[in-house]
Structures are given as structure tokens and as C-alpha cells.
């Protein structure tokens, strides 16, 4: 038997042992997501088109199902080195408090001042446009993490940024807005009066909470109607979890290094990137043939795209201005409830993620919001991190592995993504704490009417 005390609580890489390319697990996929498809003619739709709205270097990567490994560029690899390699953590602290035989090990992507894993991305697709000569670029935010990281990763490269944040986390978290105005960010609440798709969704739901769904088509209209911007995105798409496979490379890197193998691998998921990046290079072998491994995604029981919605083409915003994605999806015009992992309040899913997981190689679970707090409370008094509601999901999903290992004897090794830090969340904690936190389910009924309205392909 291996003696636990050999490895270390924190495996870090030496700076030089950092991945240098991206790895695009598309590449090894037999089957293929679904092509994107144009809203206006419903036909696969052209890089020239895309490249209206995105970046033409993030539009080869999106449209790029072939290449296995792509180059990070050198301006990119320094950002990463200011707050990379990021820890991979053995929780001996946690194995021992649940008394598990089960070997637990975490990648943390709290470490930045953006608190999360976005700023992987935000930084390459800043890079992008900076060197498009673009002025700036336009986006949204859920709970803020994303548009905290792009802000930081403009203000690194000079760019101009433009963020829509959605209502209830603009109301609910003004310290993120502060943030992202201090590097430099303009912040508006969304649904908002600024755009046409903005006004109409007022229209159609007076008091609406906002969603990711409104506030990315607000987003993409706002730099299609200026000269010089383009819009980005923090997660869903295949550009996002090319540059987040940054986060399974490296874990993959640290393990290997002490010859530990995860026998399953859990992520939350909210559109996917941060799950799609820490498993791709493990899925990379296990479409290969060469390892097994389980996968687990971790989705709010209050939005179950995996769970329980329907796999199909559907815009991937409420305003219907992106293009369709074949992927899972509770429907565009879903309205999930104000829960407070605002990370993961969105209608669908990757499109790599939905086709994996429609393959049988992945495995999804939705839990409760009330036992996610749980599980974060539990695990910040022992491991010290206070973790974002998100993150937290992952963190309920791998203790009850571990208490199962604890039932069967089994010595199983978990790895799970811890992907921030939930600073910015003490509302939600606040109400944990005082017992007044709920938990919402949409019923099937709610589900069925969302998802009658998919569009007809
Ligand atoms: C945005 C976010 C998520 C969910 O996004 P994915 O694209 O599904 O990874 C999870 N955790 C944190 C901390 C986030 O900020």
C-alpha cells in the first residue's frame, strides 16, 4: 500500500514543466459536437460570419475540430506564469475529518484576484484582439467572475471593456462591480436600456432578474453596432475549453509526477469550461483507449441542463442573436430562479460536453443548493478556502464519493476542480448561516414550456 505522507499537500509544477500548448479534445473525438448553426438561415454557419461577432483568430479555434494541440502564445504564457502553475491539492485534512479510505485531490483556480479559472481564457481572448487591432471587446457576466477577469486581462493589454452584468448579481454583488471598474471596466445592468434586444426583454418579462441568456445577446449586439469591438465569451463555447484545458494539463502533469491516477474526476458545470478543461486531456486517453476514467459534471438542481433537459438545437441566448448550438438545454427562454451560484444559472451546455455526455463517457448529477452550502461550509473549515457557491457544487458531488468509498472500503482516488474562491458570495453565505436559504426546482412543467419553444430543426 502506498504511504499517504509521500505526497505532498500541494504538488506545484516548476515553471518550466507548464503545458505550452493547449490541447483541443475535439481532436480525438470519433463523433463530432454539431456544427454551429446560423440563426438567420439555419445552415452550418462560415467562419466569415462569425468572424462579425468574434475575434478570426478564436474563430479558427472554434471551428477547429482537427488540430490536437495548439501553441499558447509566449505573451500569454508569461500572464499565465503570474499566477500559474496553480496548485494540485491532496485534501488530507478533509479524507481524514470524513474518515475516508478515499484519496482526494483538488485543482485550485481561486488564486488570482478574479478569484476564478475564467481568467485562463479572458487573457487568450484579449490577447486575440489586441492583436486583430480591435479597441475593445464587449461581454457578459453572470456572478461577475468573468467580467472581472477580462477586465483584468484588458487592463494588462490596453483594451477597452465593456461589460453587461446580469441584474440580480449587479444588485446583489456591487464589490465585483467595483472591481472591474477599478481595472478599467464599464458595468451595465442587464437587462438594460442601452440596447434593442435589452428594451425588448424588459418588455416581454417587467422585473425580470436577468439571466446570462439576455445579457449575452445585449452584449453581442453592442459590438456589432460598434466600429472596432467584438464579443467574447466566458464559457459553452469550444474556444473557451481549449484555453481552459490549461487546468486538466497541468493536473494531469502534476499527478503524473508522483504516479497517482484519478479513478473518477468531477467538475461543476455551468456551460462547461472549467469541467471541459479539467477533464480533456483524461477524456484524450480514454477516447484513445489507452485509460478509463469517471467523469462526473455537477449541475444546480434549480438549472439541470444535463439532468434534465433535452438534447437539441437552441440559441444560445434569450435574445436569439448568437448561433445555435446542438447541445443539452432547459430552452433559451428559461428563467432559472435567483439561486445564488450565478455561475451556473445558464439554459445550456458545451456542445463538446453535451455530445460526450450524450455518448455515455460522462456522467451528470444535479444537487441542491442548500447541501452544496453544507458541503462548503464542511470543507472550509477544514481546508481552510473558502469556495464560491459554483465550485461548491463539485466539492458536495466529491464527498459523497468519498463517504461511499468509506461505506465499501474502496481506496479510490478522486480529483474534483476547485475552481474559486467566494469572496464576493457573503450574501449567500449570510443567508445559509441564518437558515433562510431555500432550495428551487422547476417543476417538469416549467421545463416542457421552456423547452416546447426550441426552435424547429
Ligand atoms: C463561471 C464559473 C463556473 C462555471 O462556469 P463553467 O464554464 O461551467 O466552468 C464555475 N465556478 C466558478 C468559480 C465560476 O466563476
Redesign the pocket.
Known sequence: MENNREIPYKIYLEEHEMPRQWYNVRADMKKKPAPLLNPQTMQPITAEELEGVFCKELVKQELDENTAYIDIPEEILSFYKMYRPSPLVRAYCLEKKLGTPAKIYYKF??NNTS????LNSAIAQAYYAKQQGLKGVTTET??G??GTALSMACAYLDLDCQVYMVKVSYEQKPFRREVMRTYGASVTPSPSEKTEVGRRIREEFPGTNGSLGCAISEAVEAATTQEDYRYVL???LSQ?LLH?SVIGLEAKAAMDKYGIKPDVII???????????LISPFMGEKLRGEADYRFIAVEPASCPSLTRGVYAYDYCDTGKVCPLQKMYTLGSGFMPSASH????R?HGM?STLSELYDQGLMEAVSVEQTSVFSAAQEFARVEGILP?P??SHAIKVAIDEAIRCKETGEEKTILFGL???GYFDMYAYQRFNDGEMGDYIPTDEEIAAAVAKLPKI
Open positions: 483556480e481561486g478569484g476564478s479559472h475564467k453572470g456572478a467572475q468573468w466566458g464559457s459553452v473557451v481552459q467538475g461543476c458545470a455551468g456551460g462547461g469550461s472549467n469541467l471541459g478543461g451560484a450565478g455561475g451556473l445558464y458545451s464560491a459554483e465550485s475552481t474559486g474562491t
